[in-house]
């Protein structure tokens, strides 16, 4: 079992930064994909970033966050976070933090993912 909990979330200005963190507690992560999901209100829960048990040097996107949100991910401590740069309003959701354990299911998916925190909200004013 892996117990993802996120921190972090708050209220920020368009234009600000934040930084959520997610420690997830349990099992080893070394077969692991971890990422970052986000829900708004009325919108299906979308992947944002993340970093693949077999791609530790490699995080993976979504266009809506590339150049302004950066992914990290420690092993050893356990954890991924995600620095928001340059917010938009539109970036306001709750964001959860997810572990799945590797198969053949597309990352960007949250079907691949088991384990998930119960999520902090970034609100953004513009």
């Avoid at 234009?15 to 992560?29: D, I, Q, W």
């Avoid at 693949?52 to 995080?59: L, N, T």
């Amino acid at each position: 079992q892996v117990q993802p909990v996120e921190s972090g979330g708050g209220l920020v200005q368009a234009g600000g930064s934040l930084r959520l963190s997610c420690v997830a507690s349990g099992r080893t992560l070394r077969f692991h994909n971890m990422a970052w999901f986000r829900q708004a209100p009325g919108k299906e829960r979308e992947f944002v970033a993340g970093i693949m048990w077999d791609s530790r040097d490699s995080a993976q996107y979504a266009d809506a966050v590339k150049g302004r949100f950066t992914v990290s991910r420690d092993d050893a401590k356990k954890t991924i976070d995600l620095q928001m740069n340059n917010v938009k309003p539109e970036d306001a959701a709750v964001y959860f933090c997810a572990a799945g354990l590797k198969s053949t299911m597309s990352v960007l998916a949250t079907r691949a993912y088991s384990y998930w925190g119960q999520g902090t909200q970034v609100t953004v004013s513009s």
